[in-house]
């Protein structure tokens, strides 16, 4: 069974940073596609970031040169680092796994973390 637990997240000032992790299990961590996304009060689930099992890596307009997503393979664990924060950054973040892929093989995948909370505030 895939589980996604997101971890990290809390009460920050503006300008301030904050790292949420995303522990894996159930799931060959190091052929998957992960992503991180946000959902603010009112407003639709949006993709914040991506990264491939290569290391190509992907960020909404909002977040380019603030937040940076990576991965540790030997870990099962996906990262997001976001500095500079904002108070418009308030949303519950989640960690998703879309794909595996090896080779020319790739299988869809949809699985999500429970969440975790993040608020910028002064």
């Known amino acids: 069974q895939v589980q996604l637990v997101e971890s990290g997240g809390g009460l920050v000032q503006p300008g301030g940073s904050l790292r949420l992790s995303c522990a894996a299990s159930?799931?060959?961590?190091?052929?998957?596609?992960m992503g991180w996304y946000r959902q603010a009060p009112g407003k639709q689930r949006e993709l914040v970031a991506r990264i491939t099992s290569g290391g190509n890596t992907n960020y909404t307009d909002s977040v380019k040169g603030r937040f940076t997503i990576s991965r540790d393979n030997a870990k099962n664990t996906v990262y997001l680092q976001m500095n500079s924060l904002k108070p418009e950054d308030t949303a519950v973040y989640y960690c998703?796994?879309?794909?595996?892929?090896?080779?020319?093989?790739?299988?869809?995948?949809?699985?999500w973390g429970q969440g975790t909370q993040v608020t910028v505030s002064s």
């Open positions: 998703n796994a879309d794909s595996l892929t090896l080779g020319t093989i790739k299988r869809t995948l949809d699985y």
């Open positions: 159930g799931l060959i961590f190091s052929i998957a596609a």
